[in-house]
């Protein structure tokens, strides 16, 4: 995996925080810093290397560059200019997009194109040694998502993410902070996706829930259950167990690490978080089975 720091910083210490010319000021998500395949990158090196060996223009440099050598020539020049849009690489993609435009519309004989490809090797070169490499493990890097991908595969499952739509920023945001080793952000973000079931839950019972503390929450809605009674249907003795199961999990995971990470009183690790993770997945798939969803 790739993450990219300013073009313009010249140091591997700096933090990551803009791609593209576009708008050089915005921040990026770690997705963009990180989810791009070393594959790509080792193939456009590859690209580059074979065009700047081509034996043709080493034995008859004077030959014009011309037919089906000439398209394919620019075919890989416009190859190279995606890639390095895709990279970040702005500098190498603004050089391959000047020659596409050069070898386009003049003549040119191979040794220019070898020359203009050991030039662009050169930039493309000098680029990413302003670039700072980081590395996913296999295990880890299932956590690392698109916005695109997890919406056709949400870890906690369709039923919850249809449930609660605007759990899953977080739910997304968690597992990417897991994959890179931020395990308290990983931890916090799973807490915010917890807070958007447990107001469903107190929708259900009319209790406000906006701006109060998840323990005056909690125990007003106990209060609430041991209430249920005939009067809420043939069913409920169901509806009572399965609130006051919700509620004793809400309880159970507000003292073990909703209080201690939002007030920064701890410390996760990468076995901690994903055990969390794990619960947090299981509990919002437990809630929506149940019938609770977001009102809007």
């Known amino acids: 995996m790739i993450a990219l720091v300013h073009p313009d910083s010249g140091s591997h210490d700096a933090l990551p925080v803009c791609l593209g010319r576009e708008n050089p000021n915005r921040l990026v998500s770690l997705w963009e810093m990180y989810q791009i395949c070393a594959e790509q990158l080792v193939k456009t090196g590859r690209a580059l290397q074979t065009m700047q060996t081509d034996f043709a223009a080493l034995l008859a440099p004077q030959a014009s560059l011309e037919g089906n050598r000439k398209d394919h020539f620019i075919g890989q020049l416009e190859r190279l200019k995606e890639n390095c ?8 993609r603004d050089l391959a997009a000047w020659a596409v435009s050069e070898y386009a519309t003049k003549a040119h004989s191979l040794g220019d194109a070898r020359s203009t490809v050991e030039h662009i090797t050169l930039v ?27 919406i056709s595969n949400p870890s906690y499952g369709h039923e919850a993410a249809n449930a609660f739509p605007s759990s899953r920023r977080d739910m997304l945001h ?5 994959a890179c080793g931020f395990d308290d952000a990983c931890v916090f973000h799973l807490m915010r996706v917890l807070e958007k079931g447990l107001g469903a839950f107190a929708a259900v019972f009319s209790e406000p829930f906006k701006y109060d503390n998840w323990h005056n929450v909690i125990e ?11 009067s809420f249907g043939p069913d409920w003795k169901t509806q009572q167990r399965f609130y006051s199961e919700v509620a004793c999990g809400f ?33 919002m798939k437990q809630l929506a089975q149940g019938g609770l969803a977001e009102l809007f």
């Open 85 to 92: 849009a895709d990279f970040g690489i702005d500098s190498t």
């Open 124 to 150: 493309f070169q000098q680029e990413l040694s302003r670039h700072l490499f980081a590395h996913i493990g296999l295990e880890k890097a299932k956590y690392m998502q698109s916005w695109e991908a997890f």
């Open 174 to 178: 968690a597992g990417c902070c897991f």
């Open 220 to 230: 007003r809605l106990e209060s609430k259950i041991r209430k249920i009674d005939s």
């Open 251 to 283: 309880m159970f995971l507000k003292d073990a690490w909703r209080n201690h990470v939002m007030h920064g009183r701890d410390e996760f690790d990468s076995e901690r978080a994903k055990n969390i993770y794990n619960y947090v997945c299981a509990f």
